[in-house]
């Protein structure tokens, strides 16, 4: 039982290369997030899923696109990576989806350097 | 949008001392979450509040909601350095409808514990 991985653990990208960061759980969870989180300011949320087959936008979502592929997968695709996309980005799931108060679980995270 | 402020920004503790950590809601709480971070790792989920007055312990680690349902604190008695890190709040957004667990964090305090 992995919980939630996710894939690449580090990446560099020039500005403008695009790249998609995969996030897979093994918890049988309905929902799954994206959050990406700089210094002084928390995690803020990118993109949701709350079940298989929607997603929506949150707090943060210009350039970034994702795709919920399955309930076990959910990736986030950056079309034209920009510096300050450089950050690190953290997936995170849980059981869901009409319940609030749900505690979610988070991968490792995947640091991204955009030069 | 729900706002929350953690305070200190930064802690750095003597082994042995205890210390509180504040995370305060511009609105009222309805689901007040506590996270730790260890650099470079992702976020592991310590405890979960909901009720206004409610009070978790787990080990040397004790959070508190107040009964206004608007501040919560995090005190660890006689520190150890296993609780270096990063400690994040977060709470959902809303009480009425459905929230999908959406989160907004707090920026973070960071602990540090000398031996």
């Known amino acids: 039982n992995a919980g939630v991985t996710q894939t690449p653990k580090f990446q560099v990208l020039k500005t403008g290369q695009s790249m998609t960061l995969q996030c897979a759980q093994d918890?049988?969870?309905?929902?799954m997030y994206w959050y990406r989180q700089d210094p002084g300011m928390g995690l803020r949320l990118i993109y949701y899923s709350a079940s298989e087959g929607t997603t929506d936008k949150g707090e943060v979502p210009n350039g970034y696109n994702v795709s919920r592929l399955n309930k076990r997968e959910f990736s986030l695709r950056l079309e034209s990576a920009a510096p300050s996309q450089t950050s690190v980005y953290f997936c995170?799931?849980?059981?869901?989806?009409?319940?609030?108060?749900?505690?979610?679980?988070f991968g490792p995270g995947t640091r991204l350097l955009v030069l | 949008s729900q706002e929350l402020e953690q305070s200190p920004q930064s802690l750095i503790v003597q082994e042995g001392k205890n210390l509180t950590i504040n995370c305060t809601s511009s609105?009222?709480?309805?689901?007040l979450y506590w996270y730790k971070q260890k650099y470079g790792e992702g976020l592991i989920f310590l405890m979960m509040l909901q009720k206004g007055g409610e009070e978790k312990s787990h080990e040397k680690i004790t959070a508190k909601l107040d009964e206004k349902k608007q501040q919560s604190s995090l005190h660890i008695t006689a520190s150890q350095p296993s609780h270096a890190g990063i400690y994040l709040c977060?709470?959902?957004?809303?009480?009425?409808?459905?929230?999908?667990?959406?989160?907004?964090f707090g920026q973070g305090t960071i602990l540090t514990v000398h031996p």
């Open positions: 918890m049988n969870h309905n929902s």
């Open positions: 995170a799931s849980s059981r869901g989806a009409r319940a609030v108060q749900e505690t979610q679980y």
């Open positions: 609105k009222t709480l309805y689901g």
């Open positions: 977060g709470a959902e957004g809303n009480a009425g409808g459905i929230s999908y667990g959406k989160l907004t």
